[in-house]
C-alpha cells in the first residue's frame, strides 16, 4: 500500500518530488541522495544492510531519548493521587479529589477478541448523576497560550464551514476516517500506518471519551499518519479555489494547512519503548532532580540518528575532535544494540547530564523535543521548519536557545560559551521549558487541546455526521484486551479510569491581527538579537585569531 505513491497523490493534487516523500521509507528521503521512486528494490536492500534485522525503520528515524526507567516504576498507576504542580498562571481549579471515586478499568475477562462493544462499563452522560457528573463551576483556569493556534489552524474554513465534499477529499492521503457518533466511536481504517501510531491515536481518542463523557460532539475526520504535511495552503489560496480538505496529521509547517493534533506518543510508543507521557513525565521530574544544573556537563549534547536528514549529517561535523572544540558531544544512538541489552543506554539519567541539549529535525518534527525540553537543560533549537501542536508556544531566550541552521558549530560554541558565562540565566531558560513541559503541556492539557479542537472542529462541518458504512465502532476493551506486551501495557497504563472531576480549562480568544503580528514580530527580534550577539562575538574572536 505503501508504495502507490501515484494513485493516491497529495492531498493538495498537488504531486511531483513532495508525494513521493510523503510515502517513502523516512531515510530515503535524503542522507543516501537516491531518490525515492527509483528503486523500491534498491531501497528495500538498504533497509535491510542498515538495519538488519530490526524491524522498525522509524527506529532510526527517531533520535530520542530514551527515557525508559526500571519497569518497577512502571506499573504504579491506579495509587494516583493529584500531584499538582500549581502554576500561578494556571492554577488547577480547587476540586475536592473524591478519593473513592469508583475507577472503570478494562474487563477484559469477558470473550473481547470479536470486538463487541459492551456497553456501561463506563459511565456515559445519562448514567451520570448531575452531581457525578463534570461540573465547570470550579474551573475556569485559561488554557495554556498555544491553545490559542487552535483558532489559527481551523481559520481556513471559518468563514465556509467544512463541507462533506472537503472532508471526503481528505480521504486520499488519510490512514483513517474517525466519527464520534453519540458518544461512540467509529474507525473506518484505508491503510496501514507506520508502526502503531495509529492504534495508540485511536486510542488517545477513545481515552478523550472517557475523561470527558457526554461533552465529545458528534464529528467526522480524516488522520494522516505519515510525517508530513501535505495540504499545500497555495493550492487553496485563489479567489475561485476550493476550500482545503480537512486533514489531521500530527505536524506542520509554514506552507501547509494540515490540523495538528498530538501525536501517537502521549499514548506509548510501544516500538521503542517509551511509555505514556503522565508517567514519564513523572520520571522526567525526579530525574532533574537528580543532578542540579550546575553540576552538570557544561557541553551541548546530543543522541540520535544522523542518517535520516542532511543536516543532522551537518550537525555531526561539530563533535569534538582533535580540530576543534565546538562545545558539542555528538552520539550515533544505536536502536539495535538498545533493544537488545533492554535500554540500558537510554535510561533517564544519562539523558540530562549536560547543561545543554541540542534539538534538531529528523525527517519532519521530531517526538523528542518534549524529552529533551524537560530536562532544566537549555534546550539549543535548531532552526525548525515544522511545529506540532504545542511548540508553538515557545519563545526564543525564554525556553530555548536558537541556533542557526548553517553554520551550526559556531552558533553552538556560541550558546555554551554565552550560557556557562551567564549562569543564571542560562538555567532560567532550562527551568522555564521544563516548567512548560511539566505544567502546560501535562495529560489533562494534551487532553483539553483535543477537547477544543475537536469542538471547535465541529462547529465547523456543515452536515450531519454519521456512522461511516465501512467503519466499525472501537472501544477501550476491543483495543486493548486483545493485545499483549508494550501495547497492552501501555494502554492499561494510559488509560483513563474514571470521568474528569472539573471541565476543561477556558479556551482562549483567538488573536487579534495586531496581537498576533506582536507575537511573531517578538520571537523575531529576539532571535535576532541573539545573532547579532552572535556576530558580534564572532568577529571578536576573529580578530584575537582563535
Ligand atoms: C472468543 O471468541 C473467539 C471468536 O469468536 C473464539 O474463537 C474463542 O474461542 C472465544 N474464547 C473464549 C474464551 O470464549
Ligand atoms: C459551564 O457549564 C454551563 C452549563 O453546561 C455552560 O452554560 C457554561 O458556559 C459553562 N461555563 C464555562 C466557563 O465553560
Ligand atoms: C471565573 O471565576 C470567577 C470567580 O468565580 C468569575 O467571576 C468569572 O466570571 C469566571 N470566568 C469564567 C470565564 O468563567
Ligand atoms: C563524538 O566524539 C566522541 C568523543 O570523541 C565520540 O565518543 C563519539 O562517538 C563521537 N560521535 C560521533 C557521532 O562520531
Ligand atoms: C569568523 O571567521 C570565520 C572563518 O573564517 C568566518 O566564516 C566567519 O564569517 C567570521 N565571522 C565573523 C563575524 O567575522
Not at 498537488?14 to 542522507?31: C, L, M, Q, Y
Not at 465547570?136 to 493556534?149: E, G, K, L, V
Not at 550577539?533 to 568577529?539: G, L, V
Request: proline share 6%; aromatic share 12%.
Amino acid at each position: 500500500m505503501r508504495n502507490s505513491p501515484a494513485k493516491n497523490g497529495s492531498a493538495g493534487g498537488n504531486s511531483g518530488n513532495f508525494t513521493d516523500t510523503i510515502w517513502s521509507p523516512p531515510f530515503v528521503k535524503s542522507g543516501f541522495g537516491i531518490s525515492p521512486n527509483r528503486s523500491y528494490a534498491l531501497v528495500s536492500l538498504i533497509i535491510l544492510l542498515i538495519v538488519g534485522a530490526f524491524i522498525s525503520t522509524r527506529l532510526l528515524l527517531d533520535p530520542t531519548v530514551l527515557i525508559e526507567k526500571q519497569a518497577a516504576t512502571a506499573t504504579t498507576t491506579t495509587t494516583k493521587t493529584q500531584t499538582d504542580t500549581i502554576s500561578p498562571k494556571y492554577p488547577r481549579p480547587k476540586t475536592v479529589i473524591t478519593q473513592n471515586q469508583p475507577e472503570f478499568t478494562l474487563h477484559c475477562s469477558a470473550n473481547e477478541t470479536t470486538g463487541a462493544c459492551t456497553r456501561n462499563k463506563y459511565p456515559t452522560m445519562t448514567s451520570l448523576r448531575e452531581d457525578d457528573t463534570i461540573t465547570n463551576h470550579s474551573t475556569n483556569a485559561t488554557c495554556p497560550d498555544y491553545f490559542r493556534w487552535i483558532h489559527e489552524d481551523l481559520r481556513p474554513w471559518a468563514s465556509t464551514g467544512i463541507t462533506r465534499e472537503a472532508l471526503e477529499r481528505a480521504k486520499k492521503t488519510a490512514n483513517f476516517r474517525l466519527a464520534i457518533v453519540g458518544g461512540k466511536v467509529y474507525v473506518e481504517k484505508f491503510q496501514d500506518a507506520f508502526q502503531t501510531r495509529d492504534v495508540f491515536t485511536i486510542w488517545g481518542f477513545l481515552q478523550l471519551l472517557r475523561k470527558y463523557p457526554g461533552k465529545i460532539p458528534d464529528l467526522e475526520l480524516m488522520f494522516d499518519c505519515v510525517d508530513w504535511p501535505v495540504v499545500r495552503a497555495a493550492n487553496f489560496a485563489g479567489a475561485n479555489a476550493p476550500s482545503p480538505p480537512p486533514l489531521f496529521r500530527y505536524c506542520g509547517n509554514e506552507e501547509t494547512l494540515d490540523i495538528v493534533f498530538p501525536d501517537w506518543s502521549f499514548w506509548g510508543w510501544a516500538e521503542v519503548n517509551i511509555k505514556p507521557w503522565e508517567s514519564l513525565l513523572k520520571e522526567l521530574k525526579e530525574g532533574n532532580q537528580r543532578t542540579n544544573w550546575v553540576n552538570r556537563e557544561p557541553y551541548a549534547y546530543w543522541k540520535g540518528n544522523p542518517f535520516v536528514a542532511e543536516t543532522r549529517q551537518d550537525l555531526m561535523k561539530c563533535n569534538v575532535s582533535e580540530e576543534h572544540e565546538w562545545n558539542a558531544r555528538l552520539y550515533a544512538q544505536d536502536w539495535i544494540r538498545e533493544s537488545k541489552e533492554g535500554y540500558k543506554q537510554s535510561d533517564l539519567a544519562s539523558q540530562c547530564h549536560h547543561r545543554y541539549k541540542i534539538y534538531i529535525e529528523g525527517s519532519a518534527w521530531s517526538v523528542s523535543e518534549k524529552y529533551i525540553l524537560a530536562c532544566d537543560s537549555v534546550t539549543l533549537l535548531v532552526k525548525p521548519h515544522y511545529y506540532d501542536f504545542f511548540t508553538r508556544g515557545l519563545l526564543p531566550a525564554h525556553h530555548y536557545w536558537p541556533v542557526r541552521e548553517h553554520d551550526k558549530c559556531r552558533s553552538i560554541k556560541f550558546a555554551v560559551d554565552w550560557g556557562n558565562s551567564h549562569i543564571q540565566k542560562a538555567q532560567d531558560i532550562g527551568k522555564a521549558a521544563s516548567d512548560f513541559i511539566q505544567q502546560e503541556l501535562k495529560m489533562d492539557y494534551v487532553y483539553d487541546y483535543m477537547y477544543h479542537l475537536l469542538t471547535e472542529y465541529s462547529k465547523l462541518l456543515q452536515f450531519k455526521p454519521e456512522i461511516p458504512r465501512n467503519a466499525i465502532e472501537i472501544c477501550s476493551e476491543t483495543m486493548a484486551c486483545p493485545r499483549s506486551g508494550n501495547d497492552r501495557k501501555f494502554m492499561t497504563e494510559s488509560l483513563v479510569k474514571h470521568p474528569a472531576e472539573s471541565g476543561p480549562c477556558a479556551m482562549p480568544p483567538p488573536y487579534d491581527p495586531a496581537s498576533f503580528y506582536e507575537v511573531v514580530k517578538r520571537k523575531q527580534s529576539t532571535a535576532t538579537r541573539i545573532l547579532r550577539w552572535e556576530m558580534k562575538y564572532w568577529s571578536k574572536q576573529n580578530q584575537t585569531g582563535s
